[in-house]
């Protein structure tokens, strides 16, 4: 089921839970009963619950979003990296450089073509990635400069291939889900709390405002579901993608 339409179930089905309880409210109430005599107090309780509620939200969102853009950053951080490695060993000879090459590229196709899908689906990278980086690294400490033009692009090279693992073991970290359990339970009942605020207001009289109940119940909806697509970097809809190894590695991932 596509993550949208995951959504759009999820509004409508907190708008119809809101309808629904709202019109057997209206149908079950005494007929004496006046709603606009609404205790100042549950006023101002609801006021406060939904500031709080909102404050709450906001801070989840902003941890998912930093997160989400942690990791593009380790991916931007990986691939540039790996380009660096392919265009510095261009000093070396034919054959060091043509396999120094060769290997990166197979790493990249790799984790293009498998490893994304793993992380997408598993939460987790791949021995064979792991494996073929090492491969790139074993090609480039092995080899021993011949000269002094060499010697000063070895530690570069080094260095490069340094940030191309630890961007590749971040990201390898950031493939879970940033929010804990326990904080799910806290967003999940604060936001059943928050709408059952609305009943005790006695939100029954008019369409409109049944309407704006309904509207507010799936905006809460919505941001709890914007919070659950972006827990997920790189496995959801709005995911982080391997569009930086596309662009530094047209050939290889074309």
Known sequence: MSDWLVL???????????VVITLLRHRTAAEDEDPSETPDVI??????????????????IAGVWEARSAAQDYVQSEAQALHEISERVRVYPPDVRDRVRDDVDSYVAHVVRTEWTAMAHGERVTDRGTALLHRVREDVTDYRPRNDFEAQTYQPLLDQLAAADQARNARADSTGATMPSVVWWGLITGGLIT??????????RTGRELVLAGLFSATIAFMLFLIWDLDAPYGRGIAVTAEPFRTLFPAVTG
């Open 8 to 18: 759009v179930l999820a509004m409508l089905g907190a708008c119809a839970v809101v």
């Open 43 to 60: 006023e101002y309780m609801t006021m406060w619950i939904g500031v709080i509620y909102a404050i709450v939200l906001g801070l989840a």
């Open 195 to 204: 709408i059952g605020m609305v009943f005790a207001l006695q939100i029954r």
